[in-house]
C-alpha cells in the first residue's frame, strides 16, 4: 500500500523530474500563462499606468470582441480548417445589419439576427466551397476576404451607416459586468460552453478526432465533412454576432468594423496552443493567447513603441508559435502524449 501511494499506481514505473517536466510542458496553456504574467510585470515595471481601471477594461473590451470569433476559430482549426475571412465577415454583417435597420426601417431584433444569419450564410458558403469543392481554405477564406471587404463599400458607399436606433447604442454603453460591456459576458458565457463541448462530450472528441486524424475518423462512422461545414458555419455566425457587438459598441455601421481581425484571431489562438495542423489544442489555450496578444499590444501602446513595432512583435509572436507548434507536435504526440498535447481525456471516439 505503501509503495502503491509513493508510486501512483502498482506496476507503474516511476516517473523522473525531467518526465515530469515534458508532461507539464505538454500542457499548452502552462506556457502561455507563464507567458502572460511575466508580459504583464514587465510593462508594469516599465510603466505603471499599464495596469489602471481603465487600460484593463480597455484590453478586456477588445479582447470580447476578437475573443468571441476566436471561439469559433479554435473550435474550427480543432477539425482541421481555417478561416482568414472573418474579419470582413464581421465587418459585412454589421453594415447590412445597421443598414436593415436605417435603410428598410427593420425592428432592431430582426436587423441583428439577419446581421449574424448573413455571417452564418458566408460561413456555409466557405464551409461547403472547402469541403465539397476540395479548394484549399486558405484559398477560399482569403478569396471571401477580398470579397467581404468589396461588399462592405458596396453597401456603405465607403461611409458610415448612421444614426442607429436608441435601443441599439444603449446594447453598446451598458456596463453590466465590472464595467464591461455585453460582449464580454456573451464572450464568457460562449467560451465556457465551448470548453466544455470540446473537453467533455463525444461532439468535442469527434471534432478532435477529425482534425487529428480524418480518414481514421471517417472509418469509426465519422462525418467529418458535416463537422468541418458546421464549424464553418460557427465562426461565420460568431464573426456576425463580434460584428453586432462593435456596431453597437461605436453606435454606428463603419467599414472599420473587424479591419485586421483575420490574423489577429489566427495569431492568438496558434500562440496559445492550438494546431494549426487540426486535431489539437484548447479553448483556454487560445483564448488565453488572444489576451496575451492584446496585452502586448497594449503594452507596446502604453510605453510608447511606434505602430509598426507593434504589427511586427505581433509577428514574430506567432513565428515563435507555429514553430513551437511544430516542436510540441514533434516530441509528444511522437512520443505517445497525444492526449497532454490536446488537452482532453483519451477515450474511445463514438460513431453519430
Same mark, same amino acid.
Given at each position: 500500500?505503501?509503495?502503491?501511494?509513493?508510486?501512483?499506481?502498482?506496476?507503474?514505473?516511476?516517473?523522473?523530474?525531467?518526465?515530469?517536466?515534458?508532461?507539464?510542458?505538454?500542457?499548452?496553456?502552462?506556457?502561455?500563462?507563464?507567458?502572460?504574467?511575466?508580459?504583464?510585470?514587465?510593462?508594469?515595471?516599465?510603466?505603471?499606468?499599464?495596469?489602471?481601471?481603465?487600460?484593463?477594461?480597455?484590453?478586456?473590451?477588445?479582447?470580447?470582441?476578437?475573443?468571441?470569433?476566436?471561439?469559433?476559430?479554435?473550435?474550427?482549426?480543432?477539425?482541421?480548417?481555417?478561416?482568414?475571412?472573418?474579419?470582413?465577415?464581421?465587418?459585412?454583417?454589421?453594415?447590412?445589419?445597421?443598414?436593415?435597420?436605417?435603410?428598410?426601417?427593420?425592428?432592431?431584433?430582426?436587423?441583428?439576427?439577419?446581421?449574424?444569419?448573413?455571417?452564418?450564410?458566408?460561413?456555409?458558403?466557405?464551409?461547403?466551397?472547402?469541403?465539397?469543392?476540395?479548394?484549399?481554405?486558405?484559398?477560399?477564406?482569403? +478569396?471571401?476576404?477580398? @470579397? /467581404?471587404? &468589396?461588399?462592405?463599400?458596396? %453597401?456603405?458607399? =465607403?461611409?458610415? *451607416?448612421?444614426?442607429?436606433?436608441?435601443?441599439?447604442?444603449?446594447?453598446?454603453?451598458?456596463?453590466?459586468?465590472?464595467?464591461?460591456?455585453?460582449?464580454?459576458?456573451?464572450?464568457?458565457?460562449?467560451?465556457?460552453?465551448?470548453?466544455?463541448?470540446?473537453?467533455?462530450?463525444?461532439?468535442?472528441?469527434?471534432?478532435?478526432?477529425?482534425?487529428?486524424?480524418?480518414?481514421?475518423?471517417?472509418?469509426?462512422?465519422?462525418?467529418?465533412?458535416?463537422?468541418?461545414?458546421?464549424?464553418?458555419?460557427?465562426?461565420?455566425?460568431?464573426?456576425?454576432?463580434?460584428?453586432?457587438?462593435?456596431?453597437?459598441?461605436?453606435?454606428? +455601421?463603419?467599414?472599420? @468594423? /473587424?479591419? &485586421?481581425?483575420?490574423?489577429? %484571431?489566427?495569431? =492568438?489562438?496558434? *500562440?496559445?496552443?492550438?494546431?494549426?495542423?487540426?486535431?489539437?489544442?484548447?479553448?483556454?489555450?487560445?483564448?488565453?493567447?488572444?489576451?496575451?496578444?492584446?496585452?502586448?499590444?497594449?503594452?507596446?501602446?502604453?510605453?510608447?513603441?511606434?505602430?509598426?513595432?507593434?504589427?511586427?512583435?505581433?509577428?514574430?509572436?506567432?513565428?515563435?508559435?507555429?514553430?513551437?507548434?511544430?516542436?510540441?507536435?514533434?516530441?509528444?504526440?511522437?512520443?505517445?502524449?497525444?492526449?497532454?498535447?490536446?488537452?482532453?481525456?483519451?477515450?474511445?471516439?463514438?460513431?453519430?
Amino acid at each position: 500500500m505503501e509503495y502503491a501511494q509513493a508510486s501512483g499506481k502498482l506496476g507503474e514505473p516511476r516517473q523522473s523530474a525531467h518526465d515530469r517536466v515534458l508532461k507539464l510542458l505538454a500542457v499548452s496553456e502552462v506556457g502561455v500563462i507563464g507567458a502572460l504574467a511575466l508580459i504583464v510585470l514587465l510593462f508594469y515595471a516599465m510603466e505603471p499606468a499599464f495596469l489602471s481601471d481603465r487600460n484593463i477594461r480597455a484590453i478586456f473590451t477588445v479582447v470580447s470582441f476578437i475573443g468571441i470569433i476566436a471561439i469559433g476559430q479554435t473550435i474550427l482549426l480543432v477539425n482541421g480548417e481555417f478561416d482568414l475571412s472573418v474579419g470582413s465577415v464581421a465587418g459585412l454583417s454589421a453594415v447590412c445589419s445597421a443598414k436593415m435597420m436605417t435603410g428598410v426601417a427593420l425592428p432592431v431584433p430582426v436587423a441583428i439576427l439577419g446581421g449574424i444569419l448573413i455571417g452564418a450564410a458566408v460561413g456555409l458558403l466557405n464551409g461547403v466551397v472547402v469541403v465539397r469543392l476540395r479548394i484549399p481554405a486558405f484559398i477560399q477564406t482569403l +478569396g471571401m476576404l477580398f @470579397i /467581404g471587404q &468589396g461588399l462592405i463599400q458596396v %453597401v456603405t458607399g =465607403g461611409r458610415p *451607416v448612421y444614426p442607429l436606433p436608441t435601443s441599439v447604442s444603449a446594447i453598446g454603453f451598458e456596463r453590466p459586468l465590472l464595467g464591461l460591456g455585453w460582449s464580454f459576458v456573451f464572450f464568457i458565457i460562449a467560451a465556457v460552453v465551448a470548453d466544455f463541448v470540446l473537453r467533455h462530450t463525444v461532439l468535442g472528441r469527434n471534432m478532435y478526432a477529425t482534425g487529428g486524424n480524418p480518414e481514421v475518423a471517417r472509418l469509426v462512422g465519422i462525418n467529418t465533412d458535416l463537422y468541418k461545414i458546421g464549424a464553418f458555419v460557427l465562426i461565420g455566425s460568431l464573426a456576425g454576432t463580434a460584428g453586432m457587438f462593435v456596431m453597437a459598441d461605436l453606435a454606428s +455601421g463603419t467599414t472599420s @468594423i /473587424g479591419s &485586421g481581425w483575420e490574423l489577429a %484571431v489566427i495569431a =492568438g489562438v496558434v *500562440v496559445g496552443g492550438v494546431s494549426l495542423f487540426g486535431g489539437a489544442g484548447t479553448m483556454a489555450g487560445g483564448l488565453v493567447g488572444i489576451l496575451l496578444l492584446q496585452v502586448v499590444q497594449s503594452g507596446l501602446v502604453v510605453v510608447g513603441v511606434n505602430a509598426n513595432w507593434q504589427q511586427i512583435a505581433v509577428g514574430v509572436i506567432m513565428v515563435l508559435a507555429v514553430g513551437l507548434d511544430i516542436l510540441r507536435r514533434r516530441f509528444f504526440i511522437a512520443g505517445g502524449s497525444r492526449e497532454e498535447v490536446v488537452g482532453v481525456e483519451a477515450s474511445p471516439i463514438k460513431s453519430e
